[in-house]
């Protein structure tokens, strides 16, 4: 199995996209995180699904978290305002780097290796080039773990 054939289509946003529709394309879809591409149409970052959350958690829980206990429902409840007037890049981690790219001849071990180097919930798998970087699609860790598990013939058909 290589990149490119382990490569699926899948949802991406700018770092100038609104972030509370980033996060209601993350939670509509179930998603683990959402690739980020650049003005470009270039893949600039990966904005995981708990650092969405975590810019929803006041700094002052993150700090003490026995404070959440107690804040009341009716706050809680308002924690989504914290997106409001935000972008996709105001809600990167200031240590984002670049994504993981996975070559499309790379194998699945080789993707793998890179996911797990780089604790990342998904690659990008795109070609280089002249004039660019053009993307192919994405693997998620449970894509991945899906084929590998078929092709070893550990996946359940249930």
């Not at 604790?119 to 795109?126: D, F, G, I």
């Amino acid at each position: 199995m290589r990149a490119r054939d382990l490569a699926v289509e899948y949802e991406t946003v700018s770092v100038d996209s609104d972030a509370m529709a980033a996060a209601r394309l993350m939670a509509d879809h179930k998603l683990p995180g959402l690739l980020v591409l650049d003005e470009n149409g270039e893949p600039r970052a990966i904005l995981p699904a708990s650092q969405m959350v975590k810019v929803l958690v006041p700094e002052y829980v993150i700090e003490d978290p026995a404070l959440a206990a107690v804040v009341d429902e009716k706050h809680a409840d308002r924690l989504c305002q914290a997106l409001k007037g935000r972008r996709v890049g105001d809600c990167l981690s200031s240590k984002a780097g670049p994504p993981p790219i996975a070559n499309p001849d790379d194998t699945a071990l080789e993707v793998a290796a890179l996911m797990a180097q780089v604790r990342s919930p998904l690659v990008a798998v795109a070609e280089k080039d002249k004039a660019g970087t053009h993307l192919l699609g994405v693997i998620t860790a449970s894509h991945l773990l899906h084929e590998l598990l078929s092709a070893s013939g550990e996946l359940s058909s249930t």
